[in-house]
């Protein structure tokens, strides 16, 4: 399990935040929940929410803050996609038609539910609606990015191609040759998403606690045992949604995950001349460059930027060192500006890089491995396995298997490793290989 910090120190979104964070209050304390959720990031607050709204108990337990985990430290980018040139037919590959399409359709449909919802439920997190672009940066991933469109147009899905020139009207980025683009997609600060779905969840019922770890899950009649850093908790049905922060609660479960460090850092708030040029029409994008290319506005007018850690560099230094490389390479315009903020947080893959559900014992489930691909399909997955526990919902029904656990070959070498790719892969963008 790697490190929970529920302070959010440098993280700009708690800074921006214009819901407040969370606040626990005692009056939806039981003896014995229906459901109880381990973990407060995107992935167990929709699950809290969905069950409590359709009338079970529940109680959420949250190791740090509401937030602390990827949730509230990601780029915020609602994305309409698979991670990377990962296609639909690929997806239908690993998990067969069925299950493939179905979880096609939730990812192609996760922002169009994301916005809704944040509408719907009146959470204060600046969504925007403006659109997702996945541009090419080179001649190889020409091709990777057309036989994505392509896939997604097969399937009925809206998605629009954009010549070179329209990419450069819309975002103001330099060298892209096309792209695909989708007016689903857009942007949240998803701090204070996450504090608001965790307001609404407390609102219909559900019991939200912060700084509880939980250390074990055990069998007692007809119902599981969370022992915690602040006592027992009691409930029928357990879903463990703690993603990169996995914890060895069952044998195998934390290396059913690769754990990643990733870092973000916002610019200084652009003036208004730059903002005509620099994302004018407030897109996101995202390309294929393994050493992140990607692009969206705060509320506040920053730039984004992020990539992955190299574990061996001072973290910041070398952080922000490529980030004003790669800021000089999309938007020259900009003149050398510098980062000011910065934080990081870890991602949770898996070797297909898709989620996993995992049944850890008859009632007890784990639902981990977003990549980075989690602010819409966390949720949405998340609503899905409410629907599961509900039982409105059967296993075959589901978009992803409910099988065994499956701990990833080689996982301790695969996650160190981990920690030493990036300049691999910022050389390798470099070169065009990707
Ligand atoms: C830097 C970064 C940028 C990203 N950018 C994007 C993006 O722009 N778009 C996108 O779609 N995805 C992005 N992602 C991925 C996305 O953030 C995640 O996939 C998603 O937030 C996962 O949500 P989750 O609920 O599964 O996990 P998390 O949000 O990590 O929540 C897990 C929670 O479990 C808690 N926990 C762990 N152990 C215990 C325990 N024993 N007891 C109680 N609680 C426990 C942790 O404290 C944590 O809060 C990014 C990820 C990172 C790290």
């Not at 969370?226 to 922060?245: C, D, M, Q």
């Not at 560099?313 to 790669?326: I, K, L, T």
Request: aromatic content about 8%; overall charge neutral; some cysteine.
């Amino acid at each position: 399990m790697v490190n929970i910090d529920a302070t959010m120190r440098g993280v700009h979104w708690a800074a921006i935040s214009k819901e407040a964070p969370f606040t626990e209050d005692s009056s939806n304390q039981k003896a014995e929940y229906d459901i109880a959720v381990v973990g407060g990031g995107f992935c167990g607050l929709s699950i809290a929410l969905h069950a409590a709204s359709a009338g079970r108990s529940v109680v959420l337990l949250e190791a740090g803050t509401i937030g602390c985990g990827a949730s509230g430290r990601n780029g915020g980018i609602v994305v309409p996609h698979f991670p990377g040139a990962m296609t639909a037919d690929d997806v239908v590959q690993v998990l067969g038609r069925e299950r493939g399409e179905r979880l096609a359709k939730l990812v192609a449909d996760g922002p169009g539910f994301v916005f809704d919802q944040i509408r719907e439920l009146g959470i204060a997190c600046d969504g925007e609606q403006n659109g997702w672009l996945q541009p090419a940066h080179s001649e190889k991933s020409l091709a990777k990015v057309r036989r994505v469109h392509e896939s997604w147009v097969a399937r009925g899905v809206d998605a629009e191609w954009i010549d070179a020139q329209g990419v450069a009207e819309m975002t103001g980025a330099s060298g892209y040759l096309g792209g695909w683009h989708r007016k689903s997609g857009g942007t949240v600060n998803p701090y204070a998403l996450a504090q608001g779905l965790a307001r609404v969840a407390r609102e219909r019922g559900a019991d939200i606690r912060q700084h509880v770890v939980v250390g074990s899950i055990l069998k007692d009649g007809a119902a599981q045992v969370l022992s915690t850093s602040v006592g027992e908790f009691r409930a029928r049905k357990v879903v463990i949604a703690t993603n990169a922060h996995t914890p060895s609660l069952y044998p195998g479960l934390a290396q059913s995950v690769i754990p990643v460090l990733l870092f973000h850092g916002f610019t200084r708030p652009l003036d208004d001349a730059e903002k005509r040029t620099v994302l004018p029409t407030r897109v996101c994008f995202t390309d294929l460059r393994k050493s992140g290319g990607f692009s969206r506005l705060s509320s506040d007018d920053r730039v984004i930027i992020g990539g992955a850690i190299f574990r061996p560099s001072n973290h910041r230094a070398y952080s922000e060192w490529h980030s004003a490389r790669r800021l000089a390479e999309l938007f020259p315009h900009l003149g050398g500006i510098h980062v000011e903020s910065f934080w990081e947080g870890w991602c949770a893959l898996t070797d297909a890089y898709l989620p996993a559900i995992q049944r850890l014992e008859p009632n007890v489930y784990s639902v981990i491995g977003f990549s980075t691909r989690g602010v819409a399909l966390a949720q949405t997955l998340g609503r899905e396995f409410a629907q599961f526990l509900c039982e409105n919902k059967t296993e075959t029904e589901m978009p992803v298997r409910v099988g065994p656990v499956l701990p990833i070959s080689m996982q301790p070498i695969k996650a160190f490793l981990g920690g030493f790719a990036f300049p691999a892969y910022q050389l390798r963008d470099a070169l065009r290989l990707t």
